[in-house]
């Protein structure tokens, strides 16, 4: 019950914690992606609703250090649209939200 709970704060409160940080960590761990100003934020977010991408990393970000969350999501296909995550990105397309 403590798990859910404090999993669910953790959700709920994430898109209160997009900053640039997270922003400079997912620059750091894809250096030579084609990340620019638009889909930083939309990487994890729709608005100010987390994307599926974006749920993937809340999920992980209090189990795993943090370079070991991009190794984890990024073989994911958080969208569901046949092409991981760490590819999504690499490309500069959203791997939150399919066909994007």
Same mark, same amino acid.
């Not at 599926?52 to 969208?79: V, W």
């Given at each position: 019950? +403590?798990?859910?709970?404090?999993?669910?704060?953790?959700?709920?409160?994430?898109?209160?914690?997009?900053?640039?940080?997270?922003?400079?960590?997912?620059?750091?761990?894809?250096?030579?992606?084609?990340?620019?100003?638009?889909?930083?934020?939309?990487?994890?977010?729709?608005?100010?609703?987390?994307?599926?991408? =974006?749920?993937?990393?809340?999920?992980? +970000?209090?189990?795993?250090?943090?370079?070991?969350?991009?190794?984890?999501? =990024?073989?994911?296909?958080?969208?569901?649209? =046949?092409?991981?995550?760490?590819?999504?990105?690499?490309?500069?397309?959203?791997?939150?939200?399919? =066909?994007?």
């Amino acid at each position: 019950m +403590f798990k859910s709970l404090l999993a669910l704060t953790v959700l709920v409160s994430s898109a209160g914690y997009a900053r640039p940080a997270y922003c400079g960590m997912l620059l750091s761990n894809y250096p030579g992606a084609r990340i620019d100003n638009r889909l930083r934020c939309q990487t994890c977010h729709n608005g100010r609703a987390m994307n599926l991408y =974006g749920k993937a990393f809340s999920g992980e +970000f209090l189990r795993l250090s943090k370079p070991d969350i991009f190794k984890k999501i =990024g073989t994911l296909d958080s969208d569901n649209d =046949g092409i991981s995550n760490d590819q999504e990105i690499i490309e500069g397309r959203n791997p939150g939200v399919a =066909g994007k």
